[in-house]
């Protein structure tokens, strides 16, 4: 019975945790659109619609949030998600700067900054900026794994342990942390460490329900990595082939992991188109 400008977007938040994004659809609408309130819950709702792949609905939500609160920074950082994942990276990084100019001490802008630099293969910078957010928000997850990511391109294991570890204590069933720990293990000589973390890595995919899964394109970039792990390559083409449908242009890594599990699978053809 509270004011819904209170209670919606802490709920959709809450379900943005734990990955319930449809039930953010049906639960989190506001009954009055006009409201400078709503553009939290326009937010959240397309950040539902980002994570479920739905791409024109998740721009639509974002920009109306942008019309509605024109000084905050979230809608534009949202926005710029939707414009990455459409592969227009420039007008992602212009729409990143103009969200800095309303908020420049906001953690999210310089993760956002941090993703751009990775992506333009530029990784000491990304290192810079992931540890920014993180001294600002020692718990953002995202960082810390993308930064977990980089130190094992790096070959820094014990760092990338510490990072997925870190994540691991907070959020003890994370599927992606579990694998970058296993990941950071083996490489470490901590055999038994590693097939720990791999197990519950393999275990949390294993529980997701297949028509989630089908959606979203997290899990099926992380269910391909274990299948790959688990030699299952004809998993591996399934997830991975699912996933270059949804999101085709952020994708180096899935592509070659994908050529590989074809090649194995007997499909020269489909690695070469790969």
Known sequence: GADEALVLVPLGNALLLQRKHEEILKL????????????????????????????DAAERDFRDAVWVAPTKAEP???????????GDRAQAELTIDDAARLEPDNEEVWFRKGQLRVLAGEPQQALALF???????????????????????????????????????????????????????ARLGAGAN??????????????????????????????????????????????LTRYLGLQPNLAPTVRRLLGRARLEIGDAKGAVDV
């Open 28 to 55: 989190v609408r506001s009954r009055d659109p006009a409201s400078r309130a709503d553009a939290g819950v326009l937010s959240v709702r397309a950040q539902a619609h980002l994570e479920l792949g739905q791409l």
């Open 76 to 86: 534009l950082l949202g926005l710029a998600d939707v414009l990455l994942l459409r």
């Open 131 to 185: 540890g920014r957010t993180l001294s600002r928000a020692p718990a953002h997850m995202r960082a810390r794994m993308a930064r977990a990511k980089l130190h094992i391109g790096r070959g820094d294991y014990e760092a990338a342990r510490t990072d997925a570890d870190k994540v691991l204590s907070l959020v003890p069933n994370d599927a992606y942390a579990a694998l970058i720990s296993a990941q950071a293990n």
């Open 194 to 239: 590693a097939t720990a973390a791999f197990n519950l890595a393999a275990q949390r995919i294993a529980e997701i329900d297949p028509e989630f899964l089908w959606r979203n394109p997290a899990g099926l970039a992380l269910a391909g990595k274990i299948s790959f792990v688990q030699r299952d390559f004809e998993k591996v083409n399934l997830y």
